[in-house]
């Protein structure tokens, strides 16, 4: 019997979850170890500040799924990771020992320096903005005329500067204003410059107010200032930028997932050697994690792991407006309110894989 220990409950962790059956488990000693018992479903975040549902909604019950399943649940956050004795420290003190680890945890998220803290809003990690949001609803309800600016020019910060239009256009704030400020040149530079193109007419149709080529190095107080000298003053501001790798380990995975023999590592919080510019996103944590269920199958009856490979094209969906998102795949884009339909269904899918054993 060996001991197989999961750090994290994300995306990539939630499909080896699924994926391993209870007579797999039972054979060995699972544990995961997660500072929450539930896991924030990121899909559904845009959802959620657009107010079209509450934080009930995208919330999975990853500790009773996993209970369910047979693993063993400890409710600490690991510190970390001794790959010579292959053991975990944690916060409260204790230490795990393991035969194969795999570490799935969010990505650190790059501080911006701040004169005004209590109105900065950074979006991840989810456990910390989702009582920030509340806090931005109760105080925003008063103002006459809100603000809000995101920084970031990648697909998240796109919907969520989305996700706000339709929240203050709902709430008739006819007045207020979103700003998107971005470093790059375009939006979604992951995309082809025609659909990163379509995507800044489609946010600025909505009444996006779109910054690009703006480093963003300081915040001011309520204030940022512009390269062309102006101040973009704001009630609150929201930071969507890339996230840095974790700091509990140090190396990026090889082509297998793996940091050492013994330990894998995948998701936001894990770059892969080779692959400089792979996108940390939803969809690719959860390629990666159903590609693990089959690492760690063969790693447990002494086979070699295989390559993890990066599929061509991947499926986005974006939120662009209160009835429209637009579909990206590979050079292929289309937007509209099917591809909202096809989003909310693969959303609605996903959650109801949860609710049963």
Known sequence: ?????????????????????SEEIA??????????RQTYYSGLVPRFISGEIEARNLTIDSADFAEAKGFKFIQDEAQSVDQINNSVS????????????????????TKISSDAPFNT????????????????????????????????GGAAAVEVAASLRIRLNRNQAKRSEVHLVSKGSRLCENYTEKISEQIKKSLLKSGIKIHLDEQVNHIFQKSLKLSQGENLEFDSIFIVTPTQPSKIFTGKADSKLRLSARVYAVGDGTEMAGHPNLPRSGVIAVHQGRH???????????LEPSDFKIKSKQLNILITGENSARLVWGNFSFEGKWPLRFKNWIDHRYMSSFRKV
């Open 121 to 152: 809003i950074y979006v991840r990690p989810f456990d910390e903005f989702m009582p920030k949001w509340r806090e931005v609803q109760r105080i925003c309800s008063a103002c006459v005329n809100p603000r809000f600016v995101v920084v970031g």
């Open 90 to 109: 944690l916060k409260s003190g204790g230490k795990i020992n393991f035969d194969l680890l795999s570490i799935n945890v969010g990505g650190t998220p």
């Open 292 to 302: 693990l269920v089959h690492n760690i199958r063969n790693s447990l009856i002494d």
């Open 1 to 21: 019997m060996k001991t197989i220990v999961l750090i994290g409950s994300g995306h990539a962790h939630l499909e080896v979850l699924k994926a391993l059956t």
């Open 27 to 36: 054979k060995h000693k699972f544990i995961l170890i997660s500072p929450s």
